[in-house]
């Protein structure tokens, strides 16, 4: 299984943390996380190699140009290295057929096989999830602000088919798009322009599963009809997903999944 990573140094604990609880729930994966960066330490990147290799995995990293979004739109919670996945079907070797990417501020706990198992249809290449629990009205101001008739996918977890990918990511087209974002009123930047030039390629998955939004969970049981309980989490999702500014590392990030993730934190 090959996972996809793109961050500073600013999050090498919580990717330190997305890795522990994937290693420890995916025992017998043969794992690879490839990181895409523009300019990590060398002395970081050496830990993380290590890192990766006392639990058993692999790590590669591509360090790219910080010329390619110069014009992006950036602040100290988007870095420029989040646009970076967009462009990973170009980026990473052709040698790779498919890659899960995972943002740092998530947790496995359990199986990712039939995640990385799922068949794309013709026509798509990214499997991610919309976060609906939040309501249809956002959905709905989503859809008029971008223009799309699809669900708005949240891009904290892609499924990507690399192979199909390549075919249709054009990385002129994508630099240029997200350049000129500087002067567009785009919410979350990298998510806005990802839903705009590949909502249509993406494949819908279950958020419940595959994209856990940590902060919604009396949203998730109501809409349930109780049935998503903690119990049910602890059995079925495979990844939680703590969006937000309120981040489980931080004092004031507390919510019903924070000792779940300390206890990986601290393992």
Known sequence: MDILVTFDENYIPPFKTMLKSLMINNPKQNTTFWLIHDGIKETQLQNLIDFCLSYGAKFE??????????????????????????????????????????????????????LWK??????????????AIVGNITSSINKIRLDTDHSYFNTGVILMNLTKARKIVDADEIIKTVNKSRDIELILPDQDIFNTMYGKYTLEIPDELYNYDARFYPAYLLNSANKHDLDWIISNTCILHFCGKKKPWLSQGYNIFTSLYKYFMYK
């Open 118 to 131: 799922t068949e794309f249809p013709e026509g798509k290449f990214y499997a991610a999830a919309s976060h």
């Open 61 to 114: 990293h591509i360090c790219i140009s910080k010329n390619y979004f110069d014009d992006a739109k950036i602040t100290k919670r988007y870095p420029q290295s989040m646009y970076y996945r967009l462009l990973a079907p170009l980026i990473l070797p052709e040698t790779l057929n498919k890659i899960l990417y995972l943002d740092p501020d998530i947790l496995i706990i359990n199986k990712l096989d039939s």
